[in-house]
T-cell receptor, first 113, second 115 residues
Framework: AQTVTQSQPEMSVQEAETVTLSCTYD???????LFWYKQPPSRQMILVIR??????QNATENRFSVNFQKAAKSFSLKISDSQLGDAAMYFC??????????FGEGTQLTVNP | EPEVTQTPSHQVTQMGQEVILRCVPI?????FYWYRQILGQKVEFLVS????????KSEIFDDQFSVERPDGSNFTLKIRSTKLEDSAMYFC?????????????FGAGTRLSVL
């Protein structure tokens, strides 16, 4: 069974600063994908970034980047130059065979002006 | 940009009543999913659907739940006899193929309130 764990229920950051959200996962499979989803107050699930496990290079999307440590089964999200619009719940998720997504508990990010 | 559409955005029902949650996936997508998020908890997988049949379901998806693709565009989740604990946000998602290179696109969700 897959598990995804986010140990930080809440995080806060000052506008324009950098914040890192943590995620660990467990899977016995060798081929899998990892994701970070953003859920603003509207509760829509928005894909932020994804990482393919077979790729060693960390994924980046503009101000968002990941630190993927495969051996440690760690997948953290770094948000640079934080903006007020980044305030949301962030979910880490994994996908292996069978195609279901397994989500972590979420981290509520507050951005302070 | 194409998107997954869910209706209604909020559904209120009495305990024991049947509800149908509707989703219109992206038009060329072939794989469909339902997820559930109880308030304050993580998002949980319910069921996946392909080629007019369930391809995978979780332990949550018991006999009170069913899914259907009644026509070429809609994908529905039916809860036969709602319970208080069914109150949650229900998300529909779709993808082009089963390959993990293709991401799942989520709808905005339907908030179900069971009174």
């Amino acid at each position: 069974a897959q598990t995804v764990t986010q140990s930080q229920p809440e995080m806060s950051v000052q506008e324009a600063e950098t914040v890192t959200l943590s995620c660990t996962y467990d899977t016995s499979e060798s081929d899998y994908y990892l994701f970070w989803y953003k859920q603003p107050p509207s509760r829509q699930m928005i894909l932020v970034i994804r990482q393919e496990a077979y790729k060693q290079q960390n994924a980046t999307e503009n101000r968002f980047s990941v630190n993927f440590q495969k051996a440690a089964k760690s997948f953290s999200l770094k948000i640079s130059d934080s903006q007020l619009g980044d305030a949301a719940m962030y979910f880490c998720a994994s996908e292996t065979s069978g195609s279901r997504l397994t989500f972590g508990e979420g981290t509520q990010l507050t951005v302070n002006p | 940009e194409p998107e997954v559409t869910q209706t209604p955005s909020h559904q209120v029902t009495q305990m024991g009543q049947e509800v149908i949650l509707r989703c219109v996936p992206i038009s060329n997508h072939l794989y469909f999913y339902w997820y559930r998020q109880i308030l304050g908890q993580k998002v949980e997988f319910l069921v996946s659907f392909y080629n007019n049949e369930i391809s995978e379901k979780s332990e949550i998806f018991d006999d009170q739940f069913s899914v259907e693709r009644p026509d070429g565009s809609n994908f529905t989740l039916k809860i036969r006899s709602t319970k208080l604990e069914d109150s949650a946000m229900y998300f529909c998602a779709s993808r082009v193929t089963s390959g993990r290179r293709n991401i799942q696109y989520f709808g905005a969700g339907t908030r179900l309130s069971v009174l």
